[in-house]
C-alpha cells in the first residue's frame, strides 16, 4: 500500500504515524523527513516515481510519501494517480490556507496558482494583474522578487510573503513591491498578491475565479457594433492568464471586454477625452484595465509582451510594431478596403499568417405601421493574424 502524508508542522494524527510505523519506505523531502522519527528506510524525492516503482517491483511491504501541506493541492496526490497508483492519503493544512489564517483573511474569493518554474511566472502575473487576490505557491524563478518586478509600475500591488510555514522560522511580512525585489527572504512557501483598492460587491457562491459574463459583446454607445466586436474577440480569444493589448483604445470597449472574459488588460490611447471615458466605463463594469496614455508605437515600448493585441487605432507601423512583440493573435479594424492589402502584406512580412473579413450588420426596426425595415451599418474590415506563414 502506498500512503501520502501530509504534513504541516503540527503533531501528525495518530492515523499517519501508523502508517509511517509501519512502512518500509518512507519518501519525501529531506528536510520535512529530519523532523519525523522513522525506523524505516528513508529515500529523498528527487526521483519519487522511480524510487516507488523499484519499491513496487521488489514487492517490499508499505511505502508512505510524505509531502509538505495538502499533498492533494498542487501536490503529489495528481502526480501519483496519473502515473497509476492511487494512494491512500491522510491530508494536512494546506500552505495556502495557513498563509491566509496567518493574516486574518477569507480566501473563497482568491485564486490560487502554481508556477512549475520560471517559464510560466508571465501567466501568473497576469493573473495577478486580472484579480483581487491571488496566493502564489513559490517556486525557482517565481517568487517574490520576480513577482514584484513583473507587476511594476503598471500594476500596484500589495505582497504578503509567507515563509516557512509551519515551520521553526514561520514569517509573515506584509512588503512593498519595491522591497520585494531587493530584500533576501528565506525559504518563502506562498506570497500573497492583493489589489488595496478592491472593493468587494457580493458574497460569491464559487471559490477562485467567477462564472464568465453572462453576456458578452455589450451594446456599448460607442466604439465596434456589438456583432464585429464579437467576431474580434472570438479571435483575440481572451482568457485567465492572458495579457491583452488594446492599442488605440478609444473609450476601451473591447478592453473592458476582455478584462470581463478573465484577462489581464493593458489599453493605449493618446486622446485624453477618450482616457476619460474608458475611465468611466472600466469602473462601471468593475473590471481592471490598466491605461497608458500615449501615441503607439512608442507607448509600447515599456509594456510586457502581450498574449493577444487588438488595434482599434494608428497606421500600419502601429501593427508591424505590435506583430514585433509576438502576439499568439493579432486583430485589427480598419475603415477601408484600400487598408487591407497592406497590411495583409506588412504582416505576412513579419511572419505572420493573415485573413481580412469584411463585416457588416443591419439592425431590424418597426415603422410606426407595424412593418419592419433594416438599417445598415457601415461595414467594417477586420484582418486577423496568428504566427506562421502562409503556405
Same mark, same amino acid.
Given at each position: 500500500?502506498?500512503?501520502?502524508?501530509?504534513?504541516?508542522?503540527?503533531?501528525?494524527?495518530?492515523?499517519?504515524?501508523?502508517?509511517?510505523?509501519?512502512?518500509?519506505?518512507?519518501?519525501?523531502?529531506?528536510?520535512?523527513?529530519?523532523?519525523?522519527?522513522?525506523?524505516?528506510?528513508?529515500?529523498?524525492?528527487?526521483?519519487?516515481?522511480?524510487?516507488?516503482?523499484?519499491?513496487?517491483?521488489?514487492?517490499?511491504?508499505?511505502?508512505?510519501?510524505?509531502?509538505?501541506?495538502?499533498?492533494?493541492?498542487?501536490?503529489?496526490?495528481?502526480?501519483?494517480?496519473?502515473?497509476?497508483?492511487?494512494?491512500?492519503?491522510?491530508?494536512?493544512?494546506?500552505?495556502?490556507?495557513?498563509?491566509?489564517?496567518?493574516?486574518?483573511?477569507?480566501?473563497?474569493?482568491?485564486?490560487?496558482?502554481?508556477? !512549475?518554474?520560471?517559464?510560466?511566472?508571465?501567466?501568473?502575473?497576469?493573473?495577478?494583474?486580472?484579480?483581487?487576490? @491571488?496566493?502564489?505557491?513559490?517556486?525557482?524563478?517565481?517568487?517574490?522578487?520576480?513577482?514584484?518586478?513583473?507587476?511594476?509600475?503598471?500594476?500596484? +500591488?500589495?505582497?504578503?510573503?509567507?515563509?516557512?510555514?509551519?515551520?521553526?522560522?514561520?514569517?509573515?511580512?506584509?512588503? +512593498?513591491?519595491?522591497?520585494?525585489?531587493? !530584500?533576501?527572504?528565506?525559504?518563502?512557501?506562498?506570497?500573497?498578491?492583493?489589489?488595496?483598492?478592491?472593493?468587494?460587491?457580493?458574497?460569491?457562491?464559487?471559490?477562485?475565479?467567477?462564472?464568465?459574463?453572462?453576456?458578452?459583446?455589450?451594446?456599448?454607445?460607442?466604439?465596434?457594433?456589438?456583432? @464585429? +466586436?464579437?467576431?474580434?474577440?472570438?479571435?483575440?480569444?481572451?482568457?485567465?492568464?492572458?495579457?491583452?493589448?488594446?492599442?488605440?483604445?478609444?473609450?476601451?470597449?473591447?478592453?473592458?471586454?476582455?478584462?470581463?472574459?478573465?484577462?489581464?488588460?493593458?489599453?493605449?490611447?493618446?486622446?485624453?477625452?477618450?482616457?476619460?471615458?474608458?475611465?468611466?466605463?472600466?469602473?462601471?463594469?468593475?473590471?481592471? @484595465?490598466?491605461?497608458?496614455?500615449?501615441?503607439?508605437?512608442?507607448?509600447?515600448?515599456?509594456?510586457?509582451?502581450?498574449?493577444?493585441?487588438?488595434?482599434?487605432?494608428?497606421?500600419?507601423?502601429?501593427?508591424?510594431?505590435?506583430?514585433?512583440?509576438?502576439?499568439?493573435?493579432?486583430?485589427?479594424?480598419?475603415?477601408?478596403?484600400?487598408?487591407?492589402?497592406?497590411?495583409?502584406?506588412?504582416?505576412?512580412?513579419?511572419?505572420?499568417?493573415?485573413?481580412?473579413?469584411?463585416?457588416?450588420?443591419?439592425?431590424?426596426?418597426?415603422?410606426?405601421?407595424?412593418?419592419?425595415?433594416?438599417?445598415?451599418?457601415?461595414?467594417?474590415?477586420?484582418?486577423?493574424?496568428?504566427?506562421?506563414?502562409?503556405?
Amino acid at each position: 500500500m502506498i500512503t501520502v502524508v501530509g504534513w504541516d508542522g503540527s503533531d501528525l494524527s495518530a492515523k499517519a504515524l501508523a502508517r509511517l510505523h509501519a512502512a518500509e519506505l518512507v519518501v519525501g523531502p529531506d528536510d520535512v523527513l529530519a523532523h519525523l522519527d522513522l525506523k524505516a528506510r528513508r529515500a529523498g524525492a528527487d526521483d519519487l516515481l522511480g524510487t516507488l516503482d523499484a519499491h513496487l517491483e521488489r514487492g517490499e511491504g508499505d511505502a508512505v510519501v510524505v509531502a509538505q501541506g495538502d499533498p492533494g493541492l498542487f501536490g503529489v496526490v495528481g502526480e501519483l494517480r496519473a502515473h497509476g497508483i492511487k494512494p491512500e492519503v491522510v491530508p494536512a493544512v494546506s500552505l495556502v490556507a495557513r498563509a491566509f489564517a496567518g493574516t486574518g483573511l477569507n480566501w473563497e474569493d482568491a485564486l490560487v496558482v502554481a508556477p !512549475r518554474g520560471p517559464e510560466q511566472l508571465p501567466r501568473v502575473v497576469n493573473a495577478c494583474r486580472a484579480h483581487h487576490k @491571488v496566493a502564489v505557491l513559490v517556486a525557482p524563478g517565481a517568487g517574490p522578487g520576480e513577482i514584484a518586478r513583473e507587476l511594476a509600475p503598471t500594476t500596484p +500591488r500589495a505582497l504578503i510573503v509567507c515563509e516557512d510555514l509551519g515551520g521553526p522560522d514561520e514569517r509573515i511580512t506584509h512588503s +512593498r513591491m519595491g522591497e520585494a525585489t531587493t !530584500r533576501p527572504w528565506k525559504d518563502p512557501d506562498v506570497v500573497l498578491v492583493l489589489d488595496p483598492l478592491h472593493k468587494p460587491r457580493q458574497a460569491g457562491w464559487i471559490a477562485g475565479a467567477q462564472p464568465g459574463p453572462a453576456e458578452w459583446a455589450l451594446p456599448f454607445e460607442r466604439g465596434l457594433p456589438p456583432v @464585429v +466586436r464579437a467576431f474580434v474577440l472570438a479571435k483575440l480569444g481572451p482568457r485567465l492568464g492572458d495579457l491583452v493589448w488594446d492599442v488605440g483604445a478609444g473609450s476601451g470597449e473591447i478592453a473592458v471586454e476582455c478584462a470581463r472574459l478573465g484577462a489581464a488588460v493593458m489599453a493605449v490611447e493618446r486622446d485624453e477625452r477618450s482616457c476619460a471615458r474608458l475611465r468611466t466605463t472600466v469602473l462601471e463594469h468593475g473590471v481592471k @484595465v490598466a491605461l497608458t496614455r500615449g501615441q503607439a508605437p512608442p507607448a509600447l515600448e515599456p509594456l510586457p509582451d502581450p498574449d493577444a493585441v487588438f488595434v482599434g487605432g494608428g497606421g500600419a507601423d502601429v501593427i508591424v510594431a505590435c506583430a514585433a512583440r509576438g502576439p499568439r493573435s493579432l486583430v485589427c479594424a480598419l475603415k477601408t478596403v484600400e487598408q487591407v492589402p497592406a497590411v495583409l502584406d506588412r504582416l505576412r512580412e513579419h511572419g505572420y499568417r493573415a485573413k481580412g473579413t469584411q463585416i457588416g450588420a443591419a439592425e431590424l426596426s418597426v415603422l410606426r405601421g407595424g412593418s419592419h425595415t433594416l438599417s445598415a451599418a457601415d461595414p467594417v474590415f477586420v484582418v486577423h493574424a496568428v504566427p506562421g506563414q502562409a503556405g
